[in-house]
T-cell receptor
Framework: EAGVTQFPSHSVIEKGQTVTLRCDPI?????LYWYRRVMGKEIKFLLH????????ESGMPNNRFLAERTGGTYSTLKVQPAELEDSGVYFC?????????????FGPGTRLTVT | LAKTTQPISMDSYEGQEVNITCSHN???????ITWYQQFPSQGPRFIIQ???TKVTNEVASLFIPADRKSSTLSLPRVSLSDTAVYYC?????????????FGQGTTLQVKP
């Protein structure tokens, strides 16, 4: 069974540019999560999809971040325009069940560097 | 979700048993205790979960005392490949809250 995949593995962009990160969850997992770790900080929740609907987007830092999950399969996270403080590792995870005690399967992450 | 406290780092040697204790004094009645492991350049990976007493799987054991205000992850006979960050999380079993709240975790360094 294929795990959660993320693309790209690493992205380097200049401040002000746009970047789109992609996450492919495990097939059949309705729940998809985005997290990120910025330098020196803890892994922080960004948002949670149940199928194509945003269940919880309380962790999205500001309106420069836009997440979509059209069709309830893969998801994209767009940062526009990128700022220096957006640098970090962005993780995607998926799960069969929506509660926080359910096992979440994480992808390897996308390392974003904004210069 | 209950806050957790665990040591920032630990050192061990190959073949030793490692115990990492996590405090969660304000754990709620319906909260489960879950541990994740993260290797460098990878995402966190679920390793074990429990509610009370003891849980054991092929990777680790989880000891939870009766008051559930703490838990101990036990890794038997660690090897160099067990060098990783270990996170203790406490969350609700049911409901709409899906997000995980990570603390700093415990960085375990296994030495030869």
């Amino acid at each position: 069974e294929a795990g959660v995949t993320q693309f790209p593995s690493h992205s380097v962009i200049e401040k002000g540019q746009t970047v789109t990160l992609r996450c492919d969850p495990i097939s059949g997992h309705d729940n998809l999560y985005w997290y990120r770790r910025v330098m020196g900080k803890e892994i922080k929740f960004l948002l949670h999809f149940v199928k194509e609907s945003k269940q919880d987007e309380s962790g999205m830092p500001n309106n420069r971040f836009l997440a979509e999950r059209t069709g309830g399969t893969y998801s994209t996270l767009k940062v526009q325009p990128a700022e220096l403080e957006d640098s970090g590792v962005y993780f995607c995870a998926s799960s069969q069940h929506r509660d926080s005690a359910a096992e979440q399967y994480f992808g390897p992450g996308t390392r974003l560097t904004v210069t | 979700l209950a806050k957790t406290t665990q040591p920032i780092s630990m050192d061990s040697y190959e073949g030793q048993e490692v115990n990492i204790t996590c405090s969660h004094n304000n754990i709620a009645t319906n909260d489960y205790i879950t541990w994740y492991q993260q290797f460098p350049s990878q995402g966190p990976r679920f390793i074990i979960q429990g509610y009370k007493t003891k849980v054991t799987n092929e990777v680790a054991s989880l000891f939870i005392p009766a008051d559930r205000k703490s838990s101990t992850l036990s890794l038997p006979r660690v090897s160099l490949s067990d060098t990783a960050v270990y996170y203790c999380l406490v969350g609700v079993r049911s409901g709409n809250t899906g997000k995980l709240i990570f603390g700093q975790g415990t960085t375990l360094q296994v030495k030869p």
